[in-house]
Nanobody, 121 residues
Framework: HVQLVESGGGSVQAGGSLRLSCSAS????????MGWFRQAPGKEREGVAA???????RYADSVKGRFTIWEDNAKNTLYLQMNSLKPEDSAMYYC????????????????WGQGTQVTVS
């Protein structure tokens, strides 16, 4: 089992930037992919970005060119740099891991953090 703790959320104006972090502990060996998801009120949870053990990053079309995901394996920490933020990026952001290959389907992910709120006005 992997424990995940997100941080770095907050409130920013449109066009601003935030960097989210996700610290992983526990059985981190079994994770093949780590991803960021978000969920806005009344909407389904959606995949934002993911990075596999091959270090290949994948992004949702809505964030391509604005968000960057990377992993510091030495620190067991996953990051999401969010630039040029838009009001529609407002949501609770979660990091998650899966022993499977990367996908944008939340049901493929077995370990989740508690989330960090991002609000863009």
């Amino acid at each position: 089992h992997v424990q995940l703790v997100e941080s770095g959320g907050g409130s920013v104006q449109a066009g601003g930037s935030l960097r989210l972090s996700c610290s992983a502990s526990g059985n981190t060996v079994s994770r093949r992919c780590m991803g960021w998801f978000r969920q806005a009120p009344g909407k389904e949870r959606e995949g934002v970005a993911a990075i596999g053990s091959d270090a290949r990053a994948r992004y949702a079309d809505s964030v391509k060119g604005r968000f960057t995901i990377w992993e510091d394996n030495a620190k067991n920490t996953l990051y999401l740099q969010m630039n040029s933020l838009k009001p529609e990026d407002s949501a609770m952001y979660y990091c998650a891991t899966t022993p499977l290959y990367c996908s944008g389907n939340p049901t493929d992910y077995s370990s989740w953090g508690q989330g960090t709120q991002v609000t863009v006005s």
